[in-house]
C-alpha cells in the first residue's frame, strides 16, 4: 500500500503544485510509514519525482491524453489506487484536479476534502485542516471512508527536496469513452503562470488604459512574475481573461501580491487572500485593499512604480 499522488504536467513538464503535491505525498507517507507513488500522463523526467520523495512512478503514453478530460484523468487515477491497494490520493487546487476530484471519489468510493493546507494533525483518524469561507477561516476535517482523497491548496507546503529516487514503470489502463470532443485550445503565453507564480504583479483600472500596462510588465519581468489583472480590466478588454484573478476568475496564492491601481472588491480580495504577503498601491486611502493589505502605498502608480522598478533594478545589480 502506498500514497497515490496525481502529478500535472504541461508540454511535458512537471507544474510547480505537482512537486508540492509530491513533497506533501511524502510527508503523509512518513506519517503512515509507507511510499509515495505518483502518478504522471505525458510528462518527461518522470524520475525526478524521486527527489521529492516519490518512490515508485507509474508513467502513462497516451496521445489521447494531451487535452485534459476529467473522465479519462480520474479513471487512469482510479486504476492507479486500486493497483496500489492506496488509501490516501493526494491531487491539487488546480482547476483541472478539482473538476477530477470528485469522478474519482465516486470511483472509489472515498471522501475528498479540498482546500487543505496542512499535513494531517492525525491519520488515525484521518483529520485535516482545511480553509473555508474563501480563507477566512479554518475548519479540522475527519475524513471517514476507507479512501481518502486530500486535495492540497496551493502554494500551502512547499517544496522539499529529499534526494531520493523513483522507479519509473509503464502503465496502460484502460480509458472511458468521455462522450467529449475538443477541436482546439487556446493557451495562455506568459513567461509564468498565474498558478505557478512566486509573485504576482496585478493592475486595476487606476491604471486609466491597456497603452499603461508596460509598467506592470516590467515591474513582473523584474521580479520574475506573473501579471495579473482585476475583472473590470478584462472585461473592457484591456487585458486577457486568463489575467483575471478573483472570487470569479483564478485564485492566486503567491508568495507576494502586489495591487496597483485596484480598490479591492469584495470578490477579488476573496480571490488573492491565501497570497502570503500582499502589497497595494492606491492613490484612495479609503480603498478597501488597505484594509487587507500587509503593506500599503498610497500614491499614483505612475509615480511610484517606476522608481519602485528603478530602485529593484539597482539592487538586483548590486546583488547579482
Not at 15 to 44: F, G, H, P, R, W
Not at 45 to 57: I, T
Not at 145 to 154: A, E
Not at 168 to 195: C, H, M, N, Q, Y
Request: charged share 20%.
Amino acid at each position: 500500500m502506498s500514497i497515490i499522488v496525481y502529478t500535472e504536467s504541461e508540454n511535458g513538464k512537471f507544474k510547480k503544485a505537482a512537486l508540492e503535491v509530491v513533497s506533501y505525498a511524502k510527508a503523509i507517507a512518513d506519517q503512515m510509514e509507507t511510499s509515495v507513488t505518483a502518478v504522471t500522463v505525458n510528462a518527461e523526467n518522470a524520475e525526478s519525482l524521486g527527489n521529492y520523495g516519490a518512490s515508485k512512478v507509474l508513467s502513462i503514453k497516451d496521445d489521447t491524453l494531451n487535452t485534459f478530460n476529467a473522465k479519462k484523468y480520474a479513471a487512469v487515477i482510479e486504476s492507479a489506487a486500486k493497483q496500489e491497494d492506496t488509501k490516501v490520493v493526494v491531487v491539487s487546487a488546480s482547476a483541472d484536479s478539482k473538476y477530477l476530484a470528485p469522478l474519482l471519489a465516486v470511483g472509489l468510493e472515498a471522501g475528498y476534502v479540498s482546500n487543505v493546507v496542512e499535513t494531517p494533525s492525525s491519520v488515525s483518524p484521518f483529520i485535516v485542516k482545511r480553509s473555508t469561507f474563501t480563507n477566512k477561516a479554518f475548519a479540522n476535517t475527519e475524513i471517514t471512508t476507507d479512501v481518502k482523497i486530500v486535495g492540497l491548496s496551493n502554494n500551502s507546503f512547499g517544496l522539499v527536496e529529499s534526494g531520493g529516487s523513483a522507479s519509473v514503470e509503464d502503465f496502460s489502463p484502460s480509458l472511458p469513452e468521455s462522450g467529449v470532443s475538443v477541436e482546439s485550445v487556446d493557451r495562455a503565453t506568459d513567461k509564468v503562470s498565474i498558478a505557478d507564480a512566486e509573485v504576482v504583479v496585478s493592475g486595476g483600472r487606476g491604471l486609466k488604459g491597456p497603452e499603461n500596462w508596460g509598467m506592470i510588465e516590467e515591474l513582473a519581468e523584474v521580479l520574475g512574475a506573473a501579471t495579473a489583472c482585476s475583472k473590470p480590466v478584462s472585461d473592457l478588454g484591456w487585458r486577457p481573461h486568463s489575467e483575471h484573478v478573483g472570487q470569479t476568475g483564478k485564485p492566486v496564492a503567491s508568495n507576494l501580491y502586489i495591487a496597483i491601481g485596484i480598490s479591492g472588491a469584495i470578490q477579488h480580495l476573496a480571490g488573492i487572500n491565501s497570497s502570503k504577503v500582499k502589497v497595494v498601491i492606491n492613490t484612495d486611502p479609503e480603498a478597501p485593499f488597505f484594509k487587507a493589505a500587509d503593506y500599503g502605498v498610497v500614491g499614483d502608480a505612475f509615480e511610484v512604480v517606476p522608481k519602485l522598478i528603478e530602485k529593484l533594478k539597482a539592487f538586483k545589480a548590486q546583488n547579482a
